[in-house]
Every structure is written in structure tokens, then in C-alpha cells.
């Protein structure tokens, strides 16, 4: 069983800060990988980024960066220069058996001017 | 645009009454997934769908039930059984291919279901 652990329930952050939100996972296959998924007030999912558990370099995409620690079993999502259009939901997810997803229960985030 | 329409955004139930929420992709994609969300919650997987007329159930399957008798459909019918529906439903599909491990889900706008 595949397990995702998000201690944040919110945050709040300065307009053109960084921020971290937390992402711990628990499983027994040596092959998986993780998603960050953002969920606006409008409640679609939005794919931000991928980190395989294979892959040597943390995962990078625009603002978004993944800081992959496989030893601690933690995949954190850095967001960089936060813009207001930033606040929302951020779920972190891993993939499974049949690419099925596990979700976190996800971290709010707020961007203030 | 290809993307994937669940429709209706909002619905109604009664009590003891069925109802179907659709989902239809236009990605050529061929895993679907059916999620339920409760407020401030993550998503649970319902049920899902590797290909054309087979799905399996996922970890909260009591109560709904799907069909795939084509490849950009994949409906979800609430039951009477499902005591508990209020919820925000949300539909996903996936290209499929096992050997891309990095190929995310892609999802719809969802659903609203409530009960009168």
C-alpha cells in the first residue's frame, strides 16, 4: 500500500517569495514516480511537475522545482517567485500500480500583495 | 481543443434515485479514471479503466458503478446505495502507455453532486 503525507494544511506566502510545500510517501516498489498537481478555487487539476524514482536530477519546470530526497522518502515542491495567481490547492500524488494515483491531502496555499 | 468534458458541472440527486455523470475525452487516451473529492481532501479513486469494455474497482467503489463501451467515454452512475454523495466528482485519463511512466493524468472540470 502506497501511502502520501502533506503536514501542511496551509500556507501563506509574500508576493514574489519562494515557498516549500512538504511531501512525504511511503511504498515498497524500487519503480514509482510523483506528481504535484495545483487545484484552483475553480477545482480543476493542473499537472505542474514529475520526479521518477530513478531520476538522477530533481525535476524542474519553470517556477517549479522538486526537491527529491529518496532516502528520506520526501519530494517537495519549491515555488519560485510567487505570483498572486499562485494561490490555490497543491496536491502531491504517486503513482502506483495500473498508474493508478495516490493522493496527499493537499496544502493550501495563499499569496499576499 | 482535445481535453476531456464532464458534464453536467452541477446536479441534483434525490434520495433513493440514480444518477449518471458523464465523461468524455477527445485525447485519444486510453486509461480513464473516476475520483471523488470531500472538502479540504484529497482524491480517492473510485474506478478506472486500462481499456475499452474493462475497469477495475479502486478504493472506494461501493455504491457507484461505470461503463467503457467506448474509448473517449467513461461514464459514472451514483447509486442509491451510495448513502454519502455529496461531493466534488472529477474524471481523468492517461495515454497508457506502460512504458511512460511520466505520462500524468489529465483531468476535467469535475462534477458538483449534492442531495436534495
Known amino acids: 500500500a502506497q501511502k502520501i503525507t502533506q503536514t501542511q494544511p496551509g500556507m501563506f506566502v509574500q508576493e514574489k517569495e519562494a515557498v516549500t510545500l512538504d511531501c512525504t510517501y511511503d511504498t515498497s516498489d524500487q519503480s514509482y514516480g510523483l506528481f504535484w498537481y495545483k487545484q484552483p478555487s475553480s477545482g480543476e487539476m493542473i499537472f505542474l511537475i514529475y520526479q521518477g524514482s530513478y531520476d538522477e536530477q530533481n525535476a524542474t519546470e519553470g517556477r517549479y522545482s522538486l526537491n527529491f530526497q529518496k532516502a528520506r522518502k520526501s519530494a517537495n515542491l519549491v515555488i519560485s517567485a510567487s505570483q498572486l495567481g499562485d494561490s490555490a490547492m497543491y496536491f502531491c500524488?504517486?503513482?502506483?500500480?495500473?498508474?493508478?494515483?495516490?493522493f496527499g491531502a493537499g496544502t493550501t496555499v495563499t499569496v499576499r500583495a | 481543443d482535445g481535453g476531456i468534458t464532464q458534464s453536467p458541472k452541477y446536479l441534483f440527486r434525490k434520495e433513493g434515485q440514480n444518477v449518471t455523470l458523464s465523461c468524455e475525452q477527445n485525447l485519444n487516451h486510453d486509461a480513464m479514471y473516476w475520483y471523488r473529492q470531500d472538502p479540504g481532501q484529497g482524491l480517492r479513486l473510485i474506478y478506472y479503466s486500462q481499456i475499452v469494455n474493462d475497469f477495475q474497482k479502486g478504493d472506494i467503489a461501493e455504491g457507484y458503478s461505470v461503463s467503457r463501451e467506448k474509448k473517449e467515454s467513461f461514464p459514472l452512475t451514483v447509486t442509491s446505495a451510495q448513502k454519502n454523495p455529496t461531493a466534488f466528482y472529477l474524471c481523468?485519463?492517461?495515454?497508457?502507455?506502460?512504458?511512460?511512466?511520466?505520462?500524468?493524468?489529465?483531468f476535467g472540470d469535475g462534477t458538483r453532486l449534492s442531495i436534495l
Open positions: 500524488a504517486m503513482r502506483g500500480d495500473d498508474y493508478k494515483l495516490s
Open positions: 481523468a485519463s492517461r495515454l497508457g502507455q506502460r512504458r511512460v511512466g511520466k505520462q500524468p493524468q489529465h
